[in-house]
């Protein structure tokens, strides 16, 4: 395996995938990314075996392949390279990375033992406007937050708070009864 892609882009990619590597598990190659590279992209995965992540990124590959990396290493390397065009060789589980004047070398895993990702049912897949789902999230958080207040209320003054005075509850509850 050997491809070439921006630094920036990488670590974009690397961040994404690295947030559910288990830093210490009993089994060693989930602290491993997985980095497939084939057809004019790179696939970054990592697993904790209950929560996996992948992302594809757009590279200039020069030879298709993959293999598996020390997620903590690697994610160090590229969170410290400069900006620029970062090649990433992979031959028989030896990894080196190079950028500009530096060059790391690790030890990798076969892709073959790194566990099977789960794939995705297109069927079942829905597409939501990222804002639209924010909103929709905050509101749900907002309305469940004017519940615990209300009834805290009733309980600590044994009436019912109109949903409009809700936010007023700390005066509320120093009425006296």
Known sequence: MKFRVDQSVLLSGMEKVLSVVPQRTTFPILSNILI??????????????????????????????GVTVSGKRIGEIVKELPPGEVQIEAQQN???????????????????DYPELPSLNKKRAMKFNTEEL????????????WMRCAQLSQGLSGRSVPRRCVWWLPMVTDWPI
Do not use: P
């Open 94 to 112: 030896k990894v080196r990375v190079e950028c500009g004047k530096g060059s790391y070398q690790l030890m990798g895993m076969e892709k073959e």
């Open 36 to 65: 497939h590279a084939e057809n004019g992209k790179v696939l970054l995965a990592g697993t904790d075996l209950d929560v996996s992540i992948s992302t594809k990124i757009v590279s200039s590959i020069s030879e298709e392949g």
């Open 134 to 145: 924010h909103r929709s999230i905050d509101k749900t958080t907002l309305q469940s937050h």
